[in-house]
């Protein structure tokens, strides 16, 4: 059976078809592991152990290079997410919502992490795990809106119908997250004119930025490989009657 | 695949259903010209619904396509749910309805509640009724709304012998007049002549609609 | 479609009149956390003028929220939703017609109430034209947002407190401005710019809303 009605070149539907994604994820997978391993090493072991205290903050600063690649990954993916969604409804793809249903949990988890980690800078810095600042609040917002995507994924039994109505979420959010992060600085500015900015620093010398970049190209690397993962997993859950995945050689051991 | 007739209202090409990853059915060719009474069959669970519901255009198609050769035939499509409010009278509830695409009178309402055997119940809210008078609040829209094609999901569910005998001469009248019908039910109808499609013989063995066969 | 969404309209305000408990339970609900705040907190005047703003809007925002829930479920649960998207107009304009019913009933009498509230909560006398502007202009943004919140979980199983999760981060910009203005207002300032920026939200929201919400409902 074939498929006259897409509109669309055929290499650009062949990147949506499962069997097609579960191939290239499967070649692609182990090179982002290895990238992020190597990375994530360098960058954290750099960081945590070898670039110099700083002449404020003294050591607790180091927590940076968790918390910045982590804050940055959490807006980044929740971006994914809501692209992958577009295409899903603009091209009716798969592939599409099944990635972004993957990036819900590891934005929400990176979310989580940069929250925490902001919490424990905070004590030393602010002398208060919890502080009303514009980062963290926003952040705070962000996990919010991660809580909503995954509630609605989950509320929703059938999958496809969960994929558009995640996906559409997931753009009305991106579409305001700019909005939302406007009104909370502002707000800040308003309610707190002294607060002091965890990241905000002049200038860094390079042998602390070098590492910070490491650990935030590495946090990209683990993303894409737990996103490849979690998708190659859908994939064999909602495929496991096509022929192409019984005969693959990861699934029937040969 | 099929050659269009020339007076065919709506063609169904090649169309499949997965629901849950679950293949309802696929390759399922049809068109319905006018005086066509379709009566679509098929088990618990083979997608009467979800092919009627896709026709309508209340569900996105996945594979396939559905076509309207000539001009955009005028469907009206009556499912499970009546979508008639209970707060509000039959009159009002079918002035509402038919008021989304065109307007009517009350006193064109009125004949059509009488001719559905509602004559003195026009006042009423949905509420009181009974669950066959309800049946027949929402039939009387297909007497208001001037559409080609009637698209009705277990019509006869809750009416009495009467009401089915009804029924039936109003879908006579109906593809008599040119019009046609696509209808599930579970009884076999005593008019001919029916076109029988059978959802049973769709149901592919187990694999998924084709979309990964790529 | 201007008949179209009149048609909706008049209908859903007419469902109201026959049933006026659901124009009733959401003012009662506003007034009852409204009032429930002093004795949480501390009846003195200087406590609760300083508070009011916040604690209207918040109320305002609930109290939205909780009649939002049920703007498309009951007419998906009888099929007069089916009938709607079946119409040959676009889902944005049925979304529209919706909404605009919806604040008719919910937010316009909120608007109304809300003097009555702001003199439970000591707000100063002159923060009053400006509470109900900001409102006039926020509570059609909230319902908006939440006509998005609404139809996804329109065919979910207890989607109210699912709603709530969907909506709530949404709508933190209008508190944000809705409050400060009237804030501003009390302490004598010009709000002008709270206003422009609340205004700004409803044209944003009056372009992006209807087209998400009707996707949602078609799925």
Not at chain 2, 165 to 184: I, K, N, P
Request: proline share 4%.
């Amino acid at each position: 059976m074939t498929q006259s009605s897409w509109r669309m070149p055929r290499w650009f539907h062949q990147m949506g078809s499962p069997k097609w994604f579960y191939d290239f994820s499967g070649k692609m997978q182990p090179w982002f592991a290895v990238l992020a391993l190597l990375l994530l090493s360098w960058g954290m072991a750099w960081g945590l152990a070898f670039a110099p205290a700083d002449y404020q903050q003294g050591n607790s600063f180091r927590i940076m290079y968790v918390h910045v690649p982590a804050a940055i990954l959490s807006q980044s993916i929740f971006i994914g997410m809501a692209v992958a969604g577009a295409i899903g409804i603009v091209w009716k793809m798969k592939v599409a919502f099944m990635v972004a249903r993957s990036c819900i949990s590891i934005g929400a988890s990176f979310t989580l992490i940069a929250l925490l980690t902001g919490a424990i800078w905070g004590k030393p810095t602010w002398g208060a795990y919890w502080v009303w600042d514009a980062r963290l609040t926003s952040t705070l917002v962000l996990l919010f809106l991660y809580a909503g995507v995954m509630a609605l994924n989950q509320a929703i039994t059938e999958r496809q119908i969960a994929g558009k109505a995640t996906a559409i979420l997931a753009i009305v959010g991106t579409i305001n997250i700019p909005i939302i992060k406007y009104s909370v600085e502002w707000w800040n500015t308003l309610h707190q004119a002294s607060s002091f900015s965890l990241t905000q620093k002049p200038s860094m010398p390079a042998e602390m930025y070098m590492p910070l970049l490491l650990t935030v190209l590495g946090s990209y690397c683990l993303f894409v490989l737990v996103v490849l993962i979690r998708t190659r997993t859908q994939i064999i859950e909602t495929q496991s009657h096509a022929s192409w995945l019984m005969q693959h050689k990861d699934v029937s051991g040969a | 695949m099929s050659s269009i007739p020339t007076s065919s209202l709506l063609c169904v090409n090649d169309l499949a259903c997965e629901r849950d990853s679950r293949c309802l059915f696929s390759g399922v060719n049809f068109s319905i010209a006018a005086g066509d009474l379709w009566h679509l069959k098929g088990h618990n669970g083979s997608g009467k619904t979800t092919l009627l519901r896709l026709v309508a255009g209340l569900h996105p198609i996945d594979v396939g396509t559905i076509s309207h050769p000539s001009t955009h035939a005028k469907i009206i499509y009556l499912g499970h749910k009546l979508g008639l409010k209970e707060q509000l009278s039959a009159d009002e509830n079918l002035a509402w309805l038919v008021g989304l695409e065109s307007s009517s009178t009350q006193q064109e309402r009125y004949a059509a509640l009488e001719k559905v055997g509602l004559k003195g119940y026009e006042e009423n809210t949905i509420a009181t009724l009974s669950a066959g008078q309800r049946r027949r609040v929402a039939l009387a829209r297909l007497h208001l709304c001037k559409a080609d094609i009637w698209l009705l999901d277990e019509p006869f569910t809750a009416l009495d012998q009467q009401g089915v005998e009804d029924e039936e001469s109003w879908l006579r009248q109906h593809t008599l007049s040119g019009g046609a019908v696509l209808m599930t039910s579970h009884q076999n109808l005593s008019i001919q002549p029916v076109k029988v499609l059978d959802l049973s013989h769709y149901t592919p063995a187990k694999t998924s609609c084709s979309s990964s066969a790529l | 479609m201007i008949n179209f969404m009149l048609v909706i309209i008049r209908r859903d305000l007419l469902l109201v009149a026959r049933r006026p408990a659901e124009l009733i339970n959401p003012l009662v609900f506003f007034v009852l956390v409204v009032a429930l705040f002093p004795l949480g907190v501390s009846p003195e005047a200087s406590v609760l003028s300083q508070a009011a703003a916040g604690v209207i809007w918040v109320s305002a925002m609930l109290a939205t929220l909780l009649s939002l829930e049920l703007l498309f479920k009951l007419d998906y649960d009888d099929g007069s939703l089916e009938q709607l998207l079946l119409a040959p107009y676009p889902a944005w304009s049925l979304v529209l017609a919706k909404v605009i019913a919806h604040w008719l009933v919910s937010g316009l009498p909120l608007i109304l109430l809300s003097p009555l509230i702001a003199n439970l909560l000591f707000l100063p006398t002159q923060a009053i034209p400006t509470l109900m502007l900001s409102l006039l202009l926020g509570t059609p943004t909230l319902s908006l947002f939440g006509a998005i919140g609404a139809a996804l979980v329109t065919g979910v199983r207890g989607g109210g407190i699912l709603l709530t999760l969907l909506i709530l981060p949404l709508y933190v910009p209008v508190i944000i401005f809705g409050a400060a203005a009237v804030v501003a207002a009390s302490q004598g300032m010009a709000v002008d710019g709270y206003m422009a920026l609340l205004a700004a939200m409803l044209v944003f929201a009056l372009m992006i809303t209807p087209w998400a919400a009707g996707a949602a409902l078609k799925l």
